[in-house]
């Protein structure tokens, strides 16, 4: 693709990366046919190939963003399926964000949106905000029709009708090990300590019955990767620096064989701390974090995880940010055959659920149709379980099926000797 940025442009680093991805475009348009949005819409703005044009005209300009390339930025999952299927290795993962943060400097939202992404970006990163958020919530239910905006009629519609016991295993400690034979850190996620702790403590079970040592390091805390996904650089680079830092103070001390991560949006973020703090005094920190971080499948596979009888028929959903962001897409599925389950997959397994962040918050009409496709091609399997690996799929799926959803590794857990997960009746 051609682009005019300037020479004084091209000083920006940002704008100097945008060009390198921009110019790698041929626009084949093969991303249109595993674009989930352009499955739904139909228009070629809402497909890849259509916003890349939007971001080039956007930072060619110099001009501060516009209400309709806003939109149909605002309307991308960041999936990533376009990456797995663009034959040019286009970056569009680093184009959109570089784009989002264009849009959150340039561009007044009105002020709904500006309170709603404000309220999200200042409560789910934190897990006791988050719980009380969601008990509110619950509690607002009765007057939902009254809500004036779709969106909080959707944040109204989240909250789980129960939430678990804070886990005792979230806090910063050791779960030490005899006969040691790795020494993990185990990334506990945010979203996922107020919403299912039984992903976490099935983790830790399993990691410590395999011989692995596991931290909870102290300072630890989100990601960064929703407030990175609205925008939101500061915020998001903050989180991630205080990670950054807590995993180097492990690795200093007692050494780690790895960074454990069990929710895969986080695991995508993890892993490209090393690009979001090139240019920063973090940079080497960074890169080596993002070095060691693993997803659990990943670091499961690599450990020669024992074989078991499972016995159960589990259609595996495979997330965006696992299969397209990390590109693990078999680790998962041959662990859970190993351990004695028939595993089946959907049609068209490459589109998301819909879920993608806060996404299902903030574009609830058309989170809603995708979560209901891939309903659909998940129950056709007939599965007595359904599996995944991020906790946003898992709410998202779980609120549209009557099957139980758990993380892959709570069966992976049951399976080697650890309880049955409670979602399915255990």
Known sequence: MQTFFTPEQLEDPGIAEANKILRACVHCGMCTATCPTYQVLGDELDSPRGRIYLIKDMLESGRPADARTVTHIDRC?????????????????HLVDHARVHIEKTYKRPVMDRFLRAVLAQIIPYPKRFR??????????????????????????????????????DKPQTFAVPDRRKRVALMTGCAQQALDTDINDATIRLL????????VPEGMGCCGALTHHMGREAQAHASAGANIRAFMKEMLGRGLDAIVINASGCGTTVKDYGHMFRDDP??????????LAKDVTEFLSEIDMPEADGGLR?????????QHGQKIREAPKALLRRAGFEVVEPENSHLCCGSAGTY??????ISAELKARKVATLEARAPQVIAAGNIGCMVQIGSGSDVPVVHTVELLDWALGGPKPAKMGG
């Open 77 to 93: 999952l960041s999936c990533l399926a376009c990456m797995t299927t663009c034959p040019s290795g286009v970056d569009y993962m």
């Open 360 to 365: 299902n918050l903030m574009q609830p009409e």
């Open 132 to 169: 009380a958020a969601l008990g509110l919530a619950k509690l607002g239910r009765p007057v939902r029709a009254l809500m004036p905006d779709r969106r909080l009629r959707a944040m109204l519609d989240m909250a789980p009708d129960r939430l678990p016991k804070p886990s005792p295993n």
């Open 208 to 215: 410590t019955r395999l011989g692995v040592e596991v931290v």
């Open 314 to 322: 589990v259609a595996y959903h495979a997330a965006c940010s696992l």
């Open 282 to 291: 973090l940079a080497a920190d960074a890169a080596a974090v993002s070095a």
